[in-house]
């Protein structure tokens, strides 16, 4: 079987440039580390702003 778990990063607004709240570099390491694989990275539609709001990693492991 397989055990999917998805991450969700949320993308802020900080002095003149928008970043996310988390390194997702190191979220990815973690997950690794958990026996988790990189599957996909999401970002939603771009809205008017340019912007994403939001980052999703999607992670898949055996078990």
């Known amino acids: 079987m397989i055990d999917y778990k998805i991450v969700r990063i949320e993308v802020k607004n900080k002095m003149t440039r928008r970043v996310p709240e988390k390194d997702y570099h190191e979220i990815i390491i973690e997950h690794g580390r958990l026996g ?12 008017t702003h340019g912007m994403a709001d939001y980052i999703e990693l999607v992670f898949e492991r055996e078990y």
Request: glycine share 0%; no cysteine.
């Open 36 to 47: 988790y694989r990189l599957v996909h990275m999401f970002a939603p539609p771009l809205y």
